[in-house]
């Protein structure tokens, strides 16, 4: 059986990001999966798709990275999507983590700040993983999706007490990270079922 | 508590309950329709206690704005004119667990002043001096409106006017000439220019309008998002009609 280090919503938390895959990395044995939304909100979404894009180059198909609504909504202002939407799922902060307390015509600026490494992460999102025993995705799809007898592991659903949910047939693991002052990143290791949250 | 059960509700009223999309904690009946004063053409407003955020909704001529307990909670704590409406003239038309009662009992009365000071604030998302109303027009003058009717229940409440009614507050605010521009136009076309609607408003304050020190309805977000968050949203919904995944913990709140 693959045994994984899954990674729940990172939302501009760089320390956070860092502290948690220097610990994930060191069992090299372990697949290592982040479950999407690495922008908007906290401190530094630029620090973390630089932090990213160093890290697929040094574990190449070791680690996945999956896609969040928040990447996508960045992803598609990038291609030339109206930067409202962005601004309105807490896109200032990653803005700001580009080009600063900027005036004025923000759209053009940003995209010609956004380096071709970030893009590069950005295009290679997958919305899905999964294996003969594990699924992971960012969010539940609106179609029906077939898991099988699948464990399912999530992030987007916001859990409000900073610890993941672990339910019989899914997990969910967006503890807060970057998105709430007190929020904290948390990994769920599969198929042992222990986690912890730095 | 003023809410009471005690007027004679209409078939119209009863038969918008059915355009209520569950899950609902309690609902109740505001605007014209709770005083008894409505048009032929006026919308049934309904408020609905909802169990998680969510955004309002219409459905024929029944509007429903949805809020959750800490949402109206936070807004009765704020001294919201909103809330005082909803705690004045409303009618509860069902709350099992007399939620509305305890959630707007906590309501301090009207923060007039604090809302006029808010209102001039937020007025500089109307600063389009910078070029955004070609781009966002309608949206913006919608925002105008709204902040103009906000402050006009300020001041006919200083003024000592309980009634909602905008024609009742608009007199005692002493801003009956600015009735025309406060009536719901049928679209976004019949929108008087939104000049009209900035000198309206430094009339009712009686101070100039905040400006947008950015440059941009963008660029106001970017820098006002961590200061000052409701300005900040208000800005992102000139710019916006789908405002997409937009946090309905957000744009539902309003200490106006």
Redesign the interface.
């Known amino acids: 059986m693959t045994r994984v280090s899954l990674i729940g919503d990172v939302h501009g938390d760089v320390a956070r990001l860092s502290a948690m895959l220097d610990i994930v990395e060191a069992e090299t044995d372990r697949m290592v999966v982040l479950l999407g939304d690495y922008v908007n909100w906290g401190p530094d979404p630029a620090g973390v798709l630089e932090l990213l894009s160093r890290r697929q180059v040094r574990l190449g198909d070791r680690l996945v990275l999956l896609e969040g ?1 928040h990447d996508r ?1 960045f992803r598609e202002f990038l291609d030339g999507g ?4 962005l ?4 896109g ?2 990653t ?2 983590s580009y080009i600063g ?7 053009g600026r940003l995209r010609a700040s956004v380096p071709q490494s970030h893009i590069k992460v950005l295009k290679s999102l997958q919305p899905m993983w999964c294996t003969d025993d594990l699924l992971a995705l960012h969010q539940w799809p609106e179609d029906h999706i077939e898991i099988g007898s699948r464990y399912a592991v999530l992030g987007h659903y916001p859990q409000l007490d900073h610890r993941p949910r672990i339910e019989e047939h899914a997990a969910y693991l967006d503890t807060g990270c970057g998105s709430d002052p007190d929020g904290v990143l948390t990994c769920l290791r599969f198929p042992e079922g222990d986690w912890h949250s730095v | 508590m003023a809410i009471s059960v005690s007027r004679v509700i209409t078939t119209e009223v009863a038969d918008s309950v059915a355009a209520v999309r569950a899950p609902s904690l309690a609902l109740l009946l505001y605007g014209s329709h709770a005083r008894g004063d409505q048009a032929p053409a006026s919308d049934v407003d309904l408020l609905q206690l909802v169990p998680e955020p969510r955004k309002g909704y219409s459905e024929g001529a029944v509007s429903v704005v949805a809020y959750t307990i800490s949402q109206l909670r936070n807004m009765a704590r704020a001294g919201s004119l909103f809330a005082w409406h909803l705690r004045t003239e409303g009618i509860i038309l069902d709350d099992p667990n007399r939620l509305l009662e305890t959630v707007l009992g906590e309501h301090p009365g009207p923060a007039t002043d604090r809302v006029l000071g808010r209102v001039r604030e937020l007025s500089a998302v109307l600063d389009v001096s ?1 070029g955004d109303l070609d781009r966002y027009g309608p949206r913006i003058t919608r925002l105008a409106r709204y902040l103009l009717r906000t402050a006009i229940y300020a001041r006919s409440l200083n003024a000592g006017e309980a009634s909602f009614a905008i024609q009742r507050a608009a007199r005692a605010a002493g801003a009956e000439s600015k009735l025309p521009l406060l009536v719901r136009p049928t679209d976004a076309e019949c929108f008087s220019p939104l000049a009209s609607y900035r000198d309206a408003l430094v009339d009712i304050l009686g101070a100039p309008l905040a400006p947008n020190l ?3 309805l ?2 106001l ?3 006002r ?2 200061v000052d968050r409701q300005l ?1 949203v208000m800005a ?1 919904q000139a ?2 009609d ?6 309905y913990e957000l744009i539902t709140f309003s200490e106006l």
């Open positions: 609504n909504a109206d930067i409202a939407l601004l309105a799922m807490g200032a902060a803005v700001r307390a900027a005036r004025g015509e923000l759209s | 910078h950015f440059g941009s963008e660029a977000v970017l820098n998002w961590d900040a992102v710019m916006s789908d405002a997409g995944e937009l946090d």
